[in-house]
T-cell receptor, first 110, second 114 residues
Framework: RKEVEQDPGPFNVPEGATVAFNCTYS??????FFWYRQDCRKEPKLLMS???SGNEDGRFTAQLNRASQYISLLIRDSKLSDSATYLC???????????FGTGTRLLVSP | EPEVTQTPSHQVTQMGQEVILRCVPI?????FYWYRQILGQKVEFLVS????????KSEIFDDQFSVERPDGSNFTLKIRSTKLEDSAMYFC????????????FGPGTRLTVL
């Protein structure tokens, strides 16, 4: 079983739509959770960390369910510039390495 | 804004040749990392480096790979005898601290092994 699993998509949505991505992780020792964004052939960039209580940053809301080992990302009012691959990332207790999911591709169209 | 830089942006080499990928981490960062991403696949951790030694490495990071901080600014990844399957994008990253600190990624070096 993959350590971090995501639906690869692509998700095709019109501008202004709300879209949600889900991610599950298999290691109960996972301690830190993140969403990264990766544009085509570019480096991953941190979008937001995910906290147990859930957190919001503008149009982006992240949720964590430790019991179900499930992480989500909600994007409201999608913009063309949101088109990218969204990477679910975890870090396990005692380790520095980041463990990446394969990513979910989002395409926002006019 | 400080950033991680990597050179070259693209390296083409023949199978069996040695390559050195170079990175300049953010200046006040203490932890350094290499990740790779084979085309169409996920980003995979290779190695982390702290206090002039490897602190963590993956099963991918075998004897063909080595890392070095030759001076106060550069961090290098050497692949001793490249294989076709080493073709990938190699990302360097750095962080101020270890646990819980954001890792900042460089733009990557695309390695093509022919």
């Amino acid at each position: 079983r993959k350590e971090v699993e995501q639906d690869p998509g692509p998700f095709n949505v019109p501008e202004g739509a709300t879209v949600a991505f889900n991610c599950t992780y298999s290691n109960s020792a996972s301690q830190s959770f993140f969403w990264y964004r990766q544009d085509c052939r570019k480096e991953p960039k941190l979008l937001m960390s995910v906290y147990s209580s859930g957190n919001e940053d503008g149009r982006f809301t992240a949720q964590l369910n430790r019991a179900s080992q499930y992480i989500s990302l909600l994007i409201r009012d999608s913009k063309l510039s949101d088109s990218a691959t969204y990477l679910c990332v975890v870090r396990n207790t005692g380790f520095q390495k980041l463990v990446f999911g394969t990513g979910t591709r989002l395409l926002v169209s006019p | 804004e400080p950033e991680v830089t990597q050179t070259p942006s693209h390296q083409v080499t023949q199978m069996g040749q040695e390559v050195i990928l170079r990175c300049v981490p953010i200046s006040n960062h203490l932890y350094f990392y290499w990740y790779r991403q084979i085309l169409g696949q996920k980003v995979e951790f290779l190695v982390s480096f702290y206090n002039n030694e490897i602190s963590e490495k993956s099963e991918i990071f075998d004897d063909q790979f080595s890392v070095e901080r030759p001076d106060g600014s550069n961090f290098t990844l050497k692949i001793r005898s490249t294989k076709l399957e080493d073709s990938a994008m190699y990302f360097c990253a750095s962080s101020e601290g270890g646990d819980g600190n954001e890792q900042f990624f460089g733009p990557g070096t695309r390695l093509t092994v022919l």
